[in-house]
């Protein structure tokens, strides 16, 4: 198990309380339009994503964000292939707009270079999706590429938008 700390957030694995919080933002239409979970989002199904693997154990590993009145905000996930990974983060909408989402990544990236010694990270998202490449961008992650109409979700076909970031590249560390 792994926590990271920034200066408003625990990031700790999701448990059994958390469900009810992280179902509801989930079956929020605007949170969920360019995420590919299935919906209805059910805590059987979310219920998958609790664990206690460390941050780097092989595949998706799941984390919440959590405020210090113990507030669940959102939650990122690491898909480790050693030496790379792939992350994604999602927030309530209440959580959006305060620089969450940037200060979680930081901390997971430090986590992810620092710790991990990755030699890179990417994050695959839908093109329309303007916060979460801003977003990316400001981390210093370089748009790769975009494949136009490469899978089916959602009921349409939908491009997928690659960004990554090198550890020679982050903060030039
Ligand atoms: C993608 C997502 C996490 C981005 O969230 P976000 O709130 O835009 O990102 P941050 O938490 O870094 O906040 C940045 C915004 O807060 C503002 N902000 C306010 N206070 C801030 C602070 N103290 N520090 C930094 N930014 C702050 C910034 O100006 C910025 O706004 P802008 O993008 O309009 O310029 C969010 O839109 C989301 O959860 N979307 C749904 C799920 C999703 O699609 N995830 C992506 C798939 S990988």
Known sequence: MTTLT????????????????LVAYRNDPEVARFQGWPLP????????LIS???LGAAGWVQRA????TGELVGDVGLNTQHPQA???ITLSRAAQGQGYAQEALEALLDFCFSELKLHRVH??????????????????????GTHIQSYWHRGEWT??????VLREEWKRG
């Open 123 to 144: 994050a695959a998202i839908d093109p329309r999706n303007r916060a979460v490449a801003r977003l990316l961008l400001r981390l210093g992650f370089r748009h790769e």
């Open 65 to 68: 964000l959590v405020t210090p």
């Open 41 to 48: 989002s059910t805590p059987q199904q979310e219920r998958q």
């Open 86 to 88: 792939e992350l994604g």
């Open 52 to 54: 206690n693997s460390p």
């Open 6 to 21: 920034t200066p408003r957030l625990t990031i700790r694995p999701l448990t059994e309380a958390d469900l009810p919080a």
């Open 159 to 164: 491009d997928d938008a690659v960004y990554a």
